[in-house]
């Protein structure tokens, strides 16, 4: 009966002081606002006045569009390298232990030292498999990294449109829209980065 009242007392405890789970981070809230913006229509101005109106318009939009993107990249890009330090770091270990320190104990005295031995050679060749795994999860830093690059280089391609003056004002909008897009996609497919906006 103890034990049962025990159980239930850290699980009510563990109740009270759990986070609450909000079912929009507070990051995708503004990612769902969309780009508007409208082609200028006044009769009293010229083709070449409304031109230039609707230029600052998308220029305006434009640099919205990467005042959004600029600081959820910058965090992924945080998010990668930090990932790929703690691999790297996890492999190192494994290494010198297995490679450097166990031989050296095999070496000054394999019987005395079995214990350790066995330890360290053991922690060499699982930080080898934990490596493997953490790349093949996507978890090394070089999978955010390159999912990272894809979106810059399809934002680029977005932002070339958005700027050619030879399109016409719908495509250069539509392309604000799907730079944007990428960037909220980007987002939700590497949820651990939304902590790095603004």
């Not at 498999?129 to 953490?134: R, V």
């Amino acid at each position: 009966m103890k034990v049962f009242a025990s159980i239930l007392i850290c699980l009510a405890l563990s109740g009270c002081f759990s986070k609450k789970v909000k079912s929009t981070p507070p990051d995708l809230e503004d990612a769902s606002a969309t780009v508007e913006i409208r082609k200028s229509e006044d009769p009293r101005l010229t083709a070449y006045e409304l031109s230039e109106l609707d230029r600052k318009k998308l220029e305006a939009k434009l640099t919205e569009v990467l005042e959004f993107c600029q600081p959820r990249l910058s965090g992924f890009e945080l998010e990668s390298k930090k990932q790929a330090k703690r691999a790297f770091w996890l492999s190192m270990s494994g290494l010198i232990a297995g490679s450097v320190i166990g031989p050296a104990l095999a070496a000054a005295n394999a019987s005395a030292n079995s214990a350790w031995i066995a330890g360290l050679s053991g922690w060499g060749g699982a930080t080898n498999f934990a490596a493997q795994n953490l790349q093949t999860s996507g978890l090394s830093g070089a999978t955010i990294a390159d999912t990272r690059n894809t979106i810059i280089r399809n934002v680029g391609e977005q932002i070339k449109i958005a700027t050619n003056g030879e399109r016409t004002f719908e495509e250069r909008k539509n392309a604000l829209l799907q730079a944007r897009a990428e960037c909220i996609l980007y987002q939700i497919a590497v949820p651990a980065a939304q902590s790095h906006k603004k």
